[in-house]
């Protein structure tokens, strides 16, 4: 298997405190723990946004991917990732997701094949299958 593109980033400072940048400068920002576990939030992001607005933006793209595919016709489709930190008994933590994805004009039967579809062959799907659990929804 060979890499079809591979980026890099880099965290300095207090981890959820601090900074992440990639190292092409492209993305640089400055990270804070949310007021909810107990930091001071405000304009600043976390890693929780970060893998959200991955997660969303990848299945997004596989979703109008695959719809090209099976020439159906996406009006103004958006993919909504809901990410939850959760605690574990043992003291660790792992993440929930749910997928939205909003696809009007389709019959539900179809937004709802397409979705699971897509849960197939996404990266961010197929790298945490098995390991938290993601919720599939779809909206016409």
């Known amino acids: 298997m060979s890499a079809l593109y591979t980026t890099e980033a880099l965290s300095t400072g207090d981890g959820r405190n601090g900074e992440v940048r990639s190292l092409d400068g492209v993305l640089d920002e400055v990270l804070a723990v949310p007021k909810e576990m107990g ?3 405000g304009d600043k992001t976390n890693p929780e946004q970060l893998f959200a607005a991955g997660y969303a933006a990848c299945f997004h793209n596989g979703l109008r991917l695959i719809a090209g595919q099976q020439k159906l ?6 993919v909504r990732s809901a ?7 043992n003291g660790g933590f792992t993440l929930a997701v749910t997928l939205t994805a ?3 004009g389709l019959e539900q039967s179809t937004a709802d094949q397409l979705v699971k579809t897509t849960h ?3 990266p961010y799907s197929n790298a945490t299958r098995g390991n938290i ?3 599939l929804k779809a909206t016409v």
């Open 39 to 41: 930091g001071p939030g």
């Open 133 to 135: 659990e993601v919720t």
């Open 83 to 89: 990410v939850s930190l959760l605690a574990l008994d």
């Open 73 to 78: 016709k996406l009006g103004e489709s958006t």
């Open 120 to 122: 197939e062959v996404c």
């Open 102 to 104: 909003y696809l009007p």
